[in-house]
Structures are given as C-alpha cells and as structure tokens.
C-alpha cells in the first residue's frame, strides 16, 4: 500500500467502480478531490453553473446508463440546492450518488459556516444518507454507496465528506468493482402468473420504473406480443417499450387516452412490471386502488419492500426486470389463447396520438410535434421538466427504444434543459430535444452556459404562453377569471439563447415550425426555437374558456 489522500482515495474508487464523468459547482470544502481529479483523465469533469443542475444532470446520466450518476457539491446551499435532484432520483428510482464536501471534522455540531446535518437533512428522500470521518474507510463507503444505489428499487445515496478528511494521508485498501445483482423469478411466481393469465379475460400490463432497461423493453415487447397483452406505460415511462409495438396502448398519468383508461377499469388482471403504481399513474390512486376490487394484481419489482407496501399484490414477484422479462419471453404455455385486446388498443392508441388541427390557434402545437416526429429520427431523446407543454409531447410523440424520455415522475421542474446536457454529452450522435414552458426552462436557462462550455448539441422547443401554465389551468377551474401569481413577463428567449453563443428563432404560427426546425436541424450546437402560443390554449385537449364554461 502507498500513503494517498482521502481526496485521492475517493477518486480512485470512483474509476474502480467505472464511473467516467461526474458533474459538479466546485466548493472549497473538497478542494482535495478536483486536485485528484487533475490526475485521472479518464474521469470527465463536467462544470454545471447552479447545484440543481448538478443533481439533475446526475440524475439523467444515471437513467440514461444504469450506473449511478455521481455529483459533487459543496456544504449548505450547494447541498440545499442539490435536494431537488436528489429529491428525483429518489421519486424516479435512479442510481445516483451525491458527494457533499463538508466542514472539518473538529467543527461539527458548532453551526460552522454552511453546515447542515447532511445525514439527518437528506435522510427522507436518499436510499442511505451518512458521513465519511475516516478516510482509511472511504474504499468501504464508497462500495457500499454503490450497492445501495443500484440494488433492489434503484436511488441516490448521499455522502458528506469533511474538508480535513480529504487531506488526510493514509493507508487503506481498495474495494473491487461492484457486479450488480440481477435476481431472476422463481419458477413457481411464474407458473402461477401465466395461471392467472389463462383465467383472465382482458388483462392488461402497466411497465416501466425501477430497474428497467433495454433488454427488459426488448424482452417484454416479445411476450407481451406473443400473447395479445395491451401494455401501457407507466407516467413518463414512455421509452419502455418501443411505441411501434404492436400492442403499446399509451400512457398512463395526466392527459391519458380516456379508452386506455376505460381499459384499465375494465381489466381483470393487471401485470404490472417495474412500476411504483404512483399517484400520477394511477390518477390519485383512483384508476387502480390500492386494494383493487375485482381485479387480481401481478406485481414484479426488484425490492421486496415495495410489494404489498401501498398496493395489495395478489401475486407479488420479487426479481430483476431483465430477468423476469426474459423469462417471460422464453415461456412456452401451449394452453394460453392469445388475446386480441393487444393490437385493439394499438390502434386506439395510434388514433390518439395523431394530431387534428385546432380552429382559430395561431400557433398550434400539435402539428408541430407531428412536423417533429417526421424529420427526427426514432433513437431522438426527449427531455422535458413539468408543465402543461409537456402533454403535447408526452400525447403525440412516438418514443423509440430506450432511452430516449429523460422526464421526472416527481414532476419538477427546471428538469429538462440539465437532462438534455448530459444527454447531449452521454450520446453524441443523436439528436437531443430539450422541450420546455417558459417559467420550466428559466429555472435552469443558465446551464446553457454548460451546453456551450462543452461543445453540445441539443435544440431547445420553448414554448413560451406568458404564465405557469399548469397552475394558471388549476386556478381558471377552482377560481374563475381571479388570476393570482401565475402571470409572468419573459425575456427575448430567442436573443438570450443567441447571448449564449447559440442559433435562434422566433415562431409566432403554425406553418413558421416545420421550416424553422429544418434550418436548425441543418446546425450544430445550440440552436432554440422560441413558441410564442396563447395562453388561452391550456392544454392539448381544453381552453380556459372551455374550463370556464364546465365551472359554470
């Protein structure tokens, strides 16, 4: 063993493990580490410009490649800042692993300057929060961390490391690389599941979340094929399955196909694979309850804490999703009459996300999503925050395999711009889409900088209608026409991202979008597309005076 600093040991660690690129607002308080950094190539070090975009970037690098994505920021704010990411990952069950450099170790329990007890601070929404005072112990941690991040329901860790810590010259030894654990199905869960399907009449799958991946969505596509199974993806899961198969029905959440949702009332079995069944899936736990009365419920999931945790799982099957839908795939049942429920709910699924003009809109998103779908290529990824804009997307875009919808379940904001960051630095050659509402993109505009500092290509739709859209739409519902802190007043979104080096251009009509997105496709780097709608134009399926006339 060679003496090493904490700094140095932490780094170290961090290549054994195969992380390549982290992402950070440096703080003095881990000065040690970016030293480390210096000296390991091979480790990308990227520099986001507010600590929310740091834990959102490692967030959607964490969804993007299984592996934990891994952030670093310093004590107080940029700690505080950084929750909301965290905040995500651990709603949207993403492996990530936060670093927070902290006050030295002689100090603690002082109120020193910035400090927050990290542990007890992040506790509620991290799998494991906790504090390294020992840097002979860090290879240990840092393992640990990695486990914890990825096994069973996927989530952040968060690790405070003292500033004196990291100094510290020590002897210690090295921890392997962690192999991820994939547990397969029990034999008898799945004859007991293919059972059930027999004796169904109108099944139907609801997938995505925890542990999905490409091989998953490859496996489950086959089966759920082979047997007529409509399958609908879980909120803002719209990636986890490739939407041209022939029985994807859509998506679950706000704004779905209200045949979908007639589905899933009607069905007698629910397969539901990797999903949380949250609130937005579930529509405030009424689509699907808890107890689900006259419907059996098939729950796989890789934590055995989640099953039977909200929802009475009828048949709870703990495994891998790779492993269960493989499995699944390879299943031979001779006796199973396939259903034709699969390719029905396709084609209800094919006519809702086509889009009609609407009369009187100037500027009408729809056909610009269609006009999207038609010069963009399938492997595109999406990347959007919270807001109503997002429903044209999430109703008329076609989603290719995985992954390509970085999107929070948690429905934060300010999410999307970050994401398409590290998606534009994680797959440079394909084309990246940052969608975003004008209030959802100046939570984060300022990593625009970051996109411009590290050369990447990503185009940004802001549609801009001069308000916070989805809670102006709440409040015209509950209080008509008495509209309260929703009005905003936005800058030249257009000049601002020409102030960041990029291309840009102003829409204000329908028939402008097609040609403008053509001559940004002709363009690399930054390139943004200012949407200029009404207001009037809530969401992809009602007006405000539409809600106005139901409030009446």
């Known amino acids: 063993m060679t003496t090493r600093t904490g700094g140095q040991i932490l780094v170290e660690q961090l290549k054994i493990q195969g992380c390549d690129r982290i992402f950070t607002v440096p703080g003095e308080s881990f000065l040690a580490v970016l030293d480390a950094f210096h000296d390991a190539p091979e480790i990308d070090v990227v520099v986001c410009r507010q600590e929310g975009g740091v834990s959102y970037m490692a967030d959607a690098d964490g969804k993007m490649t299984g592996k934990p994505g891994v952030a670093f920021v310093t004590r107080g704010p940029g700690a505080t800042n950084a929750s909301a990411g965290v905040h995500v990952a651990f709603q949207d069950s993403t492996p990530m692993i936060l670093f927070v450099g902290d006050l030295d170790r002689a100090d603690r329990d002082r109120e020193g300057f910035q400090e927050v007890d990290m542990a007890a601070f992040f506790g509620p929404v991290a799998k494991w929060a906790a504090r390294i005072d020992d840097a002979r112990r860090i290879p240990e941690y840092v393992a640990r961390a990695w486990r914890v991040a990825t096994a069973g329901r996927p989530g952040p860790v968060v690790l405070a490391i003292p500033e004196d810590m990291l100094r510290d010259e020590v002897e210690t030894l090295d921890r392997p690389k962690i192999a991820p654990i994939a547990q397969p199905?029990?034999?008898?869960?799945?004859?007991?599941?293919?059972?059930?399907?027999?004796?169904?009449?109108?099944?139907?799958?609801?997938?995505?979340?925890?542990?999905?991946?490409?091989?998953?969505?490859?496996?489950?596509?086959?089966?759920?094929?082979?047997?007529?199974?409509?399958?609908?993806?879980?909120?803002?899961?719209?990636?986890?399955?490739?939407?041209?198969?022939?029985?994807?029905?859509?998506?679950?959440?706000?704004?779905?196909?209200?045949?979908?949702?007639?589905?899933?009332?009607?069905?007698?079995?629910?397969?539901?694979?990797?999903?949380?069944?949250?609130?937005?899936?579930?529509?405030?736990?009424?689509?699907?309850?808890?107890?689900?009365?006259?419907?059996?419920?098939?729950?796989?999931?890789?934590d055995p804490n989640e099953l039977g945790r909200v929802f009475k799982a009828d048949l709870p099957i703990c495994a891998d999703m790779g492993e269960f839908a493989e499995m699944a795939a390879d299943w031979a049942d001779p006796d199973l009459v396939r259903f034709k429920d699969g390719e029905e709910?396709?084609?209800?699924?094919?006519?809702?996300?086509?889009?009609?003009?609407?009369?009187?809109?100037?500027?009408?998103?729809?056909?610009?999503?269609?006009?999207?779908?038609?010069?963009?290529?399938?492997?595109?990824?999406?990347?959007n925050g919270a807001g109503n804009f997002s429903g044209w997307w999430h109703r008329y875009w076609h989603y290719g395999v995985m992954p390509t919808q970085l999107a929070p379940t948690s429905g934060t904001m300010g999410y999307g711009l970050p994401a398409s960051v590290a998606a534009a630095l994680r797959f440079k050659d394909r084309p990246v889409v940052?969608?975003?509402?004008?209030?959802?993109?100046?939570?984060?505009?300022?990593?625009?900088?970051?996109?411009?500092?590290?050369?990447?290509?990503?185009?940004?739709?802001?549609?801009?209608?001069?308000?916070?859209?989805?809670?102006?739409?709440?409040?015209?519902?509950?209080?008509?026409?008495?509209?309260?802190?929703?009005?905003?007043?936005?800058?030249?979104?257009?000049?601002?991202?020409?102030?960041?080096?990029?291309?840009?251009?102003?829409?204000?009509?329908?028939?402008?979008?097609?040609?403008?997105?053509?001559?940004?496709?002709?363009?690399?780097?930054?390139?943004?597309?200012?949407?200029?709608?009404?207001?009037?134009v809530i969401t992809n399926q009602t007006t405000i005076s539409g809600l106005h006339a139901k409030a009446r």
Not at 194 to 209: E, H, Q, R, S, W
């Open 345 to 383: 709910a396709h084609k209800e699924w094919l006519e809702w996300s086509e889009p009609s003009p609407r009369e009187g809109v100037a500027l009408d998103l729809g056909p610009c999503v269609k006009a999207m779908r038609d010069a963009l290529p399938d492997n595109t990824i999406i990347c």
């Open 185 to 302: 199905p029990c034999a008898g869960a799945m004859d007991a599941m293919f059972g059930l399907l027999k004796d169904a009449t109108n099944p139907v799958a609801i997938i995505g979340g925890a542990g999905w991946d490409r091989d998953a969505a490859h496996h489950f596509a086959t089966f759920a094929y082979r047997y007529g199974i409509p399958t609908a993806a879980a909120f803002r899961r719209q990636d986890a399955i490739d939407n041209d198969s022939a029985v994807y029905a859509g998506q679950l959440g706000y704004g779905p196909n209200p045949r979908l949702q007639q589905r899933i009332r009607e069905a007698d079995l629910l397969l539901v694979v990797g999903a949380r069944l949250g609130e937005s899936t579930t529509d405030g736990y009424k689509l699907v309850t808890p107890d689900h009365p006259d419907q059996l419920l098939v729950h796989v999931h890789p």
């Open 434 to 536: 940052c969608v975003a509402g004008d209030g959802d993109f100046l939570m984060n505009g300022q990593e625009l900088a970051t996109a411009a500092q590290y050369g990447a290509d990503l185009l940004v739709i802001l549609v801009d209608n001069g308000a916070y859209g989805t809670i102006r739409m709440h409040q015209e519902r509950d209080y008509p026409k008495r509209i309260s802190a929703t009005e905003l007043a936005n800058p030249d979104f257009a000049k601002l991202a020409e102030a960041y080096g990029g291309w840009a251009e102003r829409i204000e009509a329908t028939d402008q979008f097609a040609p403008a997105l053509a001559r940004a496709m002709e363009r690399k780097g930054i390139r943004l597309l200012h949407c200029v709608t009404d207001v009037e």
